[in-house]
């Protein structure tokens, strides 16, 4: 699923020739780091009994820091402080809705995860992403490419995935040497109804 959404991200920037190439290589970075996420953070939940407070609260310690050094690395940090610091209003108060709004969504992730477990959170989540990709088709004029239906198709498949491994002793997909045996028969029959 995630490698639907990072094809979706290189069909952008196939169509878009403003794209910069670290902000596609940040984001298919990201995808990736979200789909591992789940699982790191499943396993933590239940190897020390934490909360989803506890949770969110040490992930994103962790992303500061991370996020801080990078920032301080590129010299960014200075300008984003003077930025900040012209438009109070702006910068923190969109800060603070975007922080409570993400809150909540994490809390939303985090007990899928507890309740469902990882492959579920991440399923959802996925799923959103994807459906928000659908959803800028449908409000915002944009070039279409045929990549776009192969990123779609890879996106339905890792769900479907999901669904079978979930269900294995449910689904009984056939194999390829059934498949091949009914496709042998098929042609056998027809020779055989000819022939009469």
Known sequence: MSLGLIWFTLADSTIAPNFNLTGVVLI????????????????????????????????????????LLGLTCTSGLGPAVTFCSKNLIQTYGYAF?????????????????????????????TGRKAMTIVLSFIFFAKPFTFQYIWSGLLVVLGIFLNVYSKNMDKIRLPSLYDLINKTVEVKKSRTLAQTV
Do not use: P, R, W
């Open 28 to 67: 298919s970075l990201a995808l990736c780091a979200d789909a591992v996420i789940g699982n790191v953070q499943e396993k933590a939940m239940k190897l020390h009994n934490a909360s989803n407070s506890e949770m969110v609260l040490y992930s994103y310690s962790i992303g500061f820091v991370y996020i």
């Open 97 to 125: 809705l975007f922080s409570l709004t993400g809150y909540f969504g994490i809390s939303f992730v985090l007990a899928l995860i507890k309740n469902f477990g990882a492959l579920l959170a991440v399923t959802v989540t």
